[in-house]
């Protein structure tokens, strides 16, 4: 469940101290030493393998707990040294990680992953390859370790749909995030990004339409879109 968050970022915390060794800043005299620099190589390395051992372990395994933990602890590896370039070699696995839970039933999955890719792309120094990447997921709808229900299936088509019809791809980082069930919103949460006019007048029709789908998996998440783009539903119909 979603309460277990708290106690698996803990967990994830420590991991990255332990990787770090006498670089982490969790161990400094913060009146001596302001800052410790964990910009070497050296100092990261282990964590980089920490990385890629979640990401093989969370391919390998479909034990739920297992699962959830890998994905928590790779959003807090994400939020806490992604800007390092030895990580950022590793976001576009790590991204696929986070999709690939994305299409999971359950909210606890769903919504670490969307906080996931939302730190992924906002970390991400070069963010092209990212934004390719995650689009070529959602053309394929590749589903790998998952067996996501028709309303996920059709959600993330209808997501594809919105996406492909706007020039600025990067509004899919955005939509995962609004369809996510918000209950981790300190996580680095796209909501306030500004979305320009040319590609609100090109998906608002369609998302009116999806307001009355008859699955609800389909139906609540993009109501929410809606609601978050319209804020006068009456004077845009």
């Known amino acids: 469940s979603i309460e277990a968050f708290p106690l698996q970022a803990k967990l994830g915390e ?9 670089a982490t800043p969790t161990r400094r ?19 980089v393998e920490l990385a890629v051992t979640l990401i093989a372990k969370h391919k390998e395994t479909n034990v739920t707990p297992k699962r959830q933990s890998y994905l928590v602890w790779l959003l807090t590896i994400v939020s806490q040294i992604a800007h390092h370039n030895l990580m ?3 976001l576009m696995p790590i ?36 934004l390719q990447n995650l689009h070529g997921l959602l053309e394929s709808r590749r589903i790998v370790l998952a067996n996501p229900s028709e309303a996920r299936r059709v ?6 749909f919105l996406v492909n019809a706007v020039e600025d791809k990067s509004i899919a980082y955005l939509l995962i995030d609004l369809i996510s069930h918000n209950k981790l919103d ?18 608002v029709p369609r ?29 845009t119909v």
Request: proline fraction near 2%; charge should be negative.
């Open 95 to 130: 991204q696929e990680v986070f999709y690939r839970d994305l299409l999971d039933d359950r909210e606890f999955n769903q919504d670490v992953a969307s906080r996931g890719l939302s730190l992924v792309y906002k970390v991400a120094h070069s963010k092209d390859h990212l």
């Open 186 to 203: 300190e996580w680095g949460s796209l909501a306030k990004v500004d979305v320009s006019s040319s590609c609100l007048s090109a998906i």
């Open 155 to 160: 959600l993330f088509k209808e997501i594809c």
């Open 88 to 90: 950022q070699d590793k």
């Open 29 to 47: 005299n913060v009146w001596q030493h302001p800052r410790i620099n964990i910009d070497q190589d050296t100092d990261i390395e282990l964590v």
């Open 14 to 22: 420590a991991l990255v101290d332990c990787c770090l060794g006498d």
């Open 207 to 235: 998302l009116y339409l999806l307001q009355f789908y008859p699955l609800a998996g389909v139906r609540d998440p993009l109501t929410s879109v809606w609601v978050h783009f319209v804020s006068d539903s009456r004077r």
